[in-house]
Every structure is written in structure tokens, then in C-alpha cells.
Nanobody, 118 residues
Framework: VQLQASGGGLVQPGGSLRLSCAASGTIFSINVMNWYRQAPGKQRELVAASTSGGITNYADSVKGRFTISRDNAKNTVYLQMNSLKPEDTAVYYC?????????????WGQGTLVTVSS
């Protein structure tokens, strides 16, 4: 199983970006799909989570600005980021808990850099 993340880049404060993360390989079922981020010198933190049952959760710092969604037919999770702030600058990682040929496991994408700067 591989996770391919994309959509990062440089954006001005107040702007928007949409991240995507597609899972490929032998996948029988997907449970939770998450987005984490890690800013320079800081620990990795959970930004948004989406369960297979349709429940979503967000870090307080992004509530009202970020939206996580998923396309189960495409094994893909998205993160729509609006009203971006310089403090949102970080490498964003997708994380998926899924059932594949190795059973239930967590997988990580390679990370995509988001830079918010004028």
C-alpha cells in the first residue's frame, strides 16, 4: 500500500489550498483517514480526522477554516484549507488506517509542504 499526497505550495495569507492523498495497492477496507502537520522545530500534530462512519474532528487552531473530506470510491482523502495563516506553514502528512494484505495497519504519506507567506 502506498499513500501519495499532493497539493502543497506557497500561498499568501488569507489564501486557500486543497491537499489530496490517494491510497493505492491491495485495500479491502479503510477506517480512519487523518491529516497531520509538522512545523519546523515542533512536534507533529493532528489537524483533522475523518472516520468511516462520517465523523470528523479538527484541531482547535483550524476549526472553521479547514475541511476534511473523503472519496471512498477513490480511496482518497482531501483537506480544503481556507483563510490560511503564516502559522499554518508546515509539512502536511496524510495518515490512513486500513485493512490490506497485511491486516489492519497505519500508513503514512510522504508529506507535502505548505508555506503561507507574503
Amino acid at each position: 500500500v502506498q499513500l501519495q499526497a499532493s497539493g502543497g505550495g506557497l500561498v499568501q495569507p488569507g489564501g486557500s489550498l486543497r491537499l489530496s492523498c490517494a491510497a493505492s495497492g491491495t485495500i479491502f477496507s479503510i477506517n480512519v483517514m487523518n491529516w497531520y502537520r509538522q512545523a519546523p522545530g515542533k512536534q507533529r500534530e493532528l489537524v483533522a480526522a475523518s472516520t468511516s462512519g462520517g465523523i470528523t474532528n479538527y484541531a482547535d487552531s483550524v476549526k472553521g477554516r479547514f475541511t476534511i473530506s473523503r472519496d471512498n470510491a477513490k480511496n482518497t482523502v482531501y483537506l480544503q484549507m481556507n483563510s490560511l495563516k503564516p502559522e499554518d506553514t508546515a509539512v502536511y502528512y496524510c495518515n490512513v488506517n486500513l485493512y490490506g494484505s497485511s491486516g489492519w495497519r497505519d500508513y503514512w504519506g510522504q508529506g507535502t509542504l505548505v508555506t503561507v507567506s507574503s
